[in-house]
């Protein structure tokens, strides 16, 4: 059976790119998202993130009639879960993974399921989220068979078939990297990996790996959690250098020149939706077991108060170079929002907590620069351009990297904090 219709739930920066991807392959994509505004936004050509070349191939798509959006699902040979996978608000010194938008999506789509589908959870997710996820639907329609790990005949026949297959893409590179990276095909079972391979390979040019879903789901995180740890070494290593008065921009290029030796980059924290939070993911299912990606998460989410702290010694610093001025007087300047340069992605910004915390705490003026952000509702610091910053602000802290700013150079203020190096 062929995928003629293919339904992508949750079309955000992962869900709007995969649907685009098969709508530009002439695949009928109903796309679904329970945000008006992103439904009417695509249903007209256009998109609402901030991703290169994507707006081209949405408007292209809806244009000749292979892609829409809509807020209930409709019947589809295939359906793709990417909805997001945040923690429980529960006051937990270790964050748990809360399901209840893949648990919301799969009873969503329950009502239009038929005899042959094939449903993939994309969103990445603890070990075991997968067989909850096929449970759910079970449950939902115990008049259609289902694959469990408690089936002991892989081999016996189902209607619907199930797999997880994570996202690996590079925000700002989404559009490329989903048609030439490799993917992890988690079949529960191995009917299952055979008919996810035979819906990526739509647009997939790199190989299809098959595994089990438990093993796709924990190569997720396993990705993310390394790279956290590596970061949380440089970020450790720029406070130890800070306390020394080593610079560690000038350390780190030199021991990168050893032919064994690729130290990541410190820089005020780490953000996204991905590295800052599956690591979590791991450690609330085995606490005991993770003392090392405990720790990273911990020395990465402690980096941004120690750029606060540095923030607030060079308002001082800068009070006493002026002693006509009161700390109200004393502008201070975030340089980026984002959680990495050149995106407009704001979840788990070290960059915006910072700008946040600075707001909160400073009884003088916050603005920010932000270049890929147009407007911000409800925030308690001010939205400004580049030129204005440079202009009005005593103290300048460099949050994210972006490409303008490498452009631009140092700025002609007083104090700068540089967390990126670039200054």
């Not at 936004?41 to 191939?57: A, C, K, S």
Request: aromatic share 6%; proline share 6%; hydrophobic share 40%.
């Amino acid at each position: 059976m062929s995928f003629e219709t293919v339904s992508v739930v949750g079309l955000g920066y992962i869900g709007l790119p995969t649907a685009a991807m098969f709508a530009s392959r002439k695949k009928q994509v109903i796309g679904v998202d329970v945000n008006q505004n992103a439904v009417d936004t695509i249903n007209r050509g256009e998109i609402h993130i901030v991703e290169p070349e994507l707006d081209m191939i949405v408007h292209a798509a809806v244009k000749e009639g292979y892609l829409k959006a809509v807020t209930v699902p409709e019947p589809a040979d295939a359906f793709l879960i990417a909805v997001p996978t945040p923690f429980k608000d529960n006051g937990s010194e270790i964050p748990e993974p809360d399901l209840r938008y893949i648990e919301a999506a799969s009873k969503a789509i329950a009502p239009v399921l038929k005899k042959g589908d094939l449903v993939i959870l994309e969103s990445t997710s603890p070990v075991g989220a997968t067989e909850q996820m096929a449970a759910w639907l079970a449950e939902a329609r115990t008049d259609l068979s289902f694959p469990s790990v408690h089936n002991e005949n892989t081999k016996a026949a189902i209607d619907i078939n199930i797999a997880h297959c994570p996202e690996r893409v590079l925000p700002g590179h989404v559009v490329r990297e989903l048609v030439e990276n490799d993917r992890v095909i988690g079949g529960m079972t191995p009917n299952c990996s055979a008919r996810a391979i035979e819906l990526y390979k739509t647009f997939v040019e790199g190989d299809c790996v098959v595994t089990n879903a438990r093993t796709a789901e924990m190569a997720k995180l396993t990705e993310n959690s390394c790279r956290d740890v590596q970061i949380a070494f440089a970020n450790e290593l720029s406070i130890i250098c800070d306390k020394l008065d080593i610079d560690v921009w000038e350390l780190i290029s030199l021991a990168n020149r050893h032919p064994r030796i690729n130290i990541l980059q410190p820089g005020p924290g780490v953000g996204g939706h991905c590295i800052a939070v599956d690591p979590w993911f791991i450690v609330s299912q085995t606490p005991e077991h993770s003392r090392l990606i405990h720790t990273a998460r911990n020395v990465n989410d402690s980096k941004p108060q120690w750029v606060i702290d540095k923030v607030k010694i060079s308002i001082f610093d800068h009070i006493k170079a002026n002693p006509n001025k009161r700390i109200e007087d004393v502008t201070v300047a975030c340089f980026g929002l984002a959680f990495k340069p050149d995106i407009d992605d704001l979840r788990e910004s070290p960059a915006m907590n910072i700008a946040r915390k600075l707001a909160a705490d400073h009884t003088g003026r916050i603005i920010a620069v932000e270049p890929n952000v147009l407007n911000l509702e409800n925030e308690c610091f001010e939205l400004v351009d580049l030129s204005t910053a440079e202009q009005e602000a005593d103290v300048a802290v460099l949050l994210v990297d972006h490409k303008e700013f490498k452009a631009n150079g140092k700025p002609n203020i007083s104090e700068t904090v540089d967390t990126k190096g670039i200054w």
